[in-house]
């Protein structure tokens, strides 16, 4: 080791201009959320005098998610971080397979039989899954889904397939 030089115990620092990319990047993000917001609540009518209108909260928000985006950008140029790290994909992919699952298999085979697999594809998303707590509190929630959608609030869910209906004479 060259003398005066003192071994990092910490992650490797970032070089170059952006001295935090982690906060940098995820403020970026956050403001091209933000701009999508905007662009997909163009159609939406506004403010009419002392009113809300449909658009306003969404281009508020997204006015606010900017900002903070911004914010969150300005802190990567200004204070000192961490490098990027690796980004893992296993759980982002297993969260949007569940929503996507959830919304085209709710009305063919029931809430019942979705809300129990959504719920088990979500709990792959991590590495440390337990499959038999993930089944036992899969079939609570979907037991709690049952009960709250249909007749704590009244929404006209169908809770089993119409096959399995048809099947049982119901």
């Excluded at 005066?4 to 995820?26: C, L, M, S, T």
């Excluded at 971080?81 to 994909?89: E, H, N």
């Excluded at 919304?103 to 809430?111: N, T």
């Amino acid at each position: 080791m060259a003398e005066g030089v003192e071994p990092q115990a910490h992650a490797p620092r970032a070089a170059g201009k952006i001295r935090n990319p982690q906060d940098f990047y995820g403020g970026l993000v956050l403001v091209l959320f933000a701009a999508f917001a905007l662009w997909a609540s163009g159609d939406l009518t506004g403010i009419k005098g002392f009113q809300f209108g449909p658009g306003t909260a969404p281009r508020m928000f997204a006015v606010l998610l900017g900002a903070m985006g911004l914010v969150i950008m300005l802190i990567g140029f200004f204070t000192d971080g961490p490098a990027l790290q690796r980004y893992a994909v296993r759980g982002p992919f297993f969260v949007i397979a569940s929503l996507i699952f959830f919304a085209v298999a709710i009305r063919p085979i029931g809430l019942v039989l979705t809300s129990f697999f959504t719920i088990l594809i979500s709990a792959a998303a991590s590495d440390e899954v337990r499959w038999i707590e993930s089944i036992i509190w899969s079939a609570v929630l979907t037991l709690f889904c049952s009960l709250l959608f249909p007749y704590g609030l009244n929404l006209p869910l169908q809770l089993w397939p119409d096959w399995l209906m048809r099947f049982l004479g119901m």
